[in-house]
Each structure stands twice: as C-alpha cells, then as structure tokens.
C-alpha cells in the first residue's frame, strides 16, 4: 500500500489534478459597465437615427445629396460611426429641421438647416472671379 | 466679389493677433475640408496629410462631405471637437476673435456661392486685425490672405455661422457647458486620459452634484485607478438614489465579486433586477459568474447562457469572455 501510494507517476498526477482543480478563472470575474453617455442609452442611437434620416429624406435634402453625389445609405453609414454624444448633437439639429415648419418660411429654415448637415463643396470658383478691393 | 484679398505689406503696429505655426495648404478640388484640417492638424503638431484626410473622408465621386464626419475623423485622431452655431449678432466676430486669442485657429464655413446656389467653403482663421478690421485666414491657396469683417459677416451668416474647434483635449481650459464637458470629459477617458477626465467629472459635479451619470463615470475612473473604496461609495450611494439602475449595481457587484464576496454581489444585482434594472448582458454575466461561485453552479450557469443569448453576435470580445465564464463554471461544479 506504502510503495502504491508512494508511486512517483501517482504522485505527480494527483499533484497536476490538485493544482487543475485549484486554478482560479484568469482575467477575474465578469467585466464593469463602461461609463456611460449621459444622453442616448444604446437602444435610442438607432431611433435617432432613423428621426436624422427622416429629415434628409425631405426633398430639399434629397436633391442636395444628389447634387453631391452621396446616397443615403452613406450618410446612414457616417451616423452610425459617430459616438453617442455627437449623434445626439446631429439629432438635436434634426430636431430643429422638425419644429421649422412646413410652411415657405419652415422651408427655408430647413434648408439653411440641412445645408449644415450636409455641406457642399465645389472647386473654388473665385479665381475666376473679378477680385474686387474689399 | 472676392471676399479675400493678401495681406497689407505693412502691418499696423500693435494690433494684429497671429497664431504662428499654421501653415496655409493649397487644395485639391472639392477638398477644402481636408486642406483646412491638414493646416489645423500641423499646427497642433499631428501632420497629417489632406489626401490621407481625403481617402477617410469622400467616396470616390462625391462632391462633398457631412460636416459631423470631419469632426468624427478629427476625433478618431485624438483630438476633441465642438461644432459651433455662433449665434447671430454683433459679438459673432468677437467670438471668432476669441477662440484666435486662446491660439485655437477656427475652421469656419462661409458662403462663396452667388445668389441661390448653395456652394460653401471651408476657411481657418489665424489671426486679426481690428485697425485694418481683417481677418488672416487660410483659404485653400498657398499663401496666407485676409478677410474684411464685414465680408467674413456676410459669408459666414448664410452657414448659420457654423465653426469647428478641434484642439487636444488637455488643450480646453475654458468653461464648457454640462453636455459638452460631460462629452470631453467621456472622450478623454475612452482615450484613456484618466487623470483629465476626473478632472471634468469633478468640474461638472462642482456645478451640478445631482448629475448622476457624471458619479458614475467617476467612479469607474476610481475603479480603474484602483481607488476601489471611493468607487464603492459612489456605487452604493447611486443605487440608494436608484435601486433599479443596473450599471451602479453591476459595478458594485463587480467590486463585491473581486473581494471573494459572491453572496453580496448576488444581492446587489437581484435588487436591481427587482427594481426594474434592464437584463443586460453584462448585469448577466456577472451575477451568473457570482452564483458560480457558490454551491449554486446551475444557476450560475442559466445566468450565463441567458446573457450569451443577450450578446449581439457582433460582439465577439464580450462572447468569447461569457464563454470562457461558462466553462469556468463547469470546472467549479466538476470541483464541487
């Protein structure tokens, strides 16, 4: 009985069982909640958006993504990039859209307001220009 | 009418405000964005050229570019953005001065189109002059030019007088507003600047201690500093305020499961799911990895797989982790 206990193969795989049993999970235990955006929890990126979306499907903002070649499915992309506090910085100007109207003057607003979301850019003409002492 | 012309050969003496250092860059066509943030990004000692800003920013074709996706590439380089309405009036100029006298160059976006056709471009002022009442700016030509005030007026109005900032983050010294401090004060720490966004957390807390969200935050800068004891005050404090909020108790849990304490973490989390705390995964994981702990195993592991089938699929870091909770798990029912 001495001499099986004593067995050196026995002893050493009983020892590797032991410290099996014995490791601890690596990297600890579970992982904390990052620290959070104070506005637009996960759940409501994707309802804002859907609302910035909404304003550029207006056709003022339509034809201003045609002149500028970019689809929608390009600027769905660009939003979804953005962290949490910038997209909710474009809603809010979204929601300015919105409260503008859709009257001629709510027109108008929109428009200025969503050429500040979406900014068109053509090859400066102004060396063409006649320069004018300012 | 050009709004631009080059500078007067000789300066009045005494009144002119210039931020050295930022250089004009000549443009590609309907790349004025890039070349204005090339100039910014010099100067704040990041070269980056305006054809690598051009490949991140337009797909081959477009005219143009969202303005929030300069901001976002200036942010994914480090820096920190504010997009600025300036609001209309007589001061608008004055506070295009003071972000020049605060060495912070303005990249500003005026009007260069004629009557109803809607072309703008992108300018970075670096200096002022208010005895020639000129701005010198950064047009997209290879020299330096100047703007009147009332031509920069004029053009800059049909923008909404739209203005980005982007500095460093340790550069902000001046007040910000809660949301935009509380978005620096984030943006620093997701870049790992713990010390600058305690910093802000502290500032915006001065002001409003009730701002929960900014407690939280902090105590996560506690906890990743090791300041364990303050995290757990702050934690525990919230969940006083907030039984139900899922986020303190999961932290605190986290910190309970960390000291050997299985059984008090279970209890944080069950209280919060009873007072309405929202099943997310990570809540999961944790109170499932905490039942692990004890002679509940199977429990342990419901918690688990509930949380497994929580995760969005595209969420490989947090699958591979809940995964590996789940076999660890095993190996602790198999050991009691």
Known sequence: MRKFLLNRRLVLAMALWAVFLGVCPTNGFAFPTQSLASLAPSAAREYQINKIMDVLSRPEARLHLQLMKLNEQDVRSSLTKLDDSQLTQVAQRADAVKAAGDGALGVIIALLIITLLVVLILRVSDKKVVVSKA | ???????????????????????????????????????????????????????????????????????????????????????????????????????????????????????????????????????????????????DYGALASRWKPSGNWCLILCPPERVDWELPESAAEDLALYAERFGKQDLAEKWYLRILEKNPANQTARFNLGNIYLKSNRVQEAKIIYEALLKEKPGWGPAGNNLAWIYLEEGRASEAIEVLQTAFKNGAERHFDILDTLGTAYCRTPDTQRGRDYLNEALGQTPVADKVSLDLIHRHLSECGVLAHKS
């Open chain 2, 1 to 147: 009418m050009s709004y631009r012309r080059p500078p007067p050969a000789e300066k009045g003496i005494g009144s002119i405000h210039l931020i050295e250092g930022v250089p004009p860059v000549a443009q590609k066509a309907y790349q004025c964005g890039p070349a204005a943030m090339e100039s910014v990004f010099h100067y704040w000692g990041n070269p980056t050229d305006a054809a690598e800003i051009t490949t991140a920013l337009y797909k081959p074709g477009s005219h143009g570019v969202l303005d929030f996706t300069l901001a976002e590439f200036a942010r994914s380089r480090g820096f920190w953005t504010q997009i600025l309405a300036v609001p209309e009036g007589e001061n608008s100029l004055g506070e295009l001065k003071t972000w020049v006298l605060r060495k912070i160059p303005p990249i500003v976006m005026i009007k260069t189109g004629i009557l109803w056709v809607p072309t703008y471009h992108f300018v970075v002022l670096k200096g002022f002059s208010d005895q020639e009442r000129v701005f010198y700016a950064n047009t997209g030509e290879p020299e330096t030019y100047v703007i």
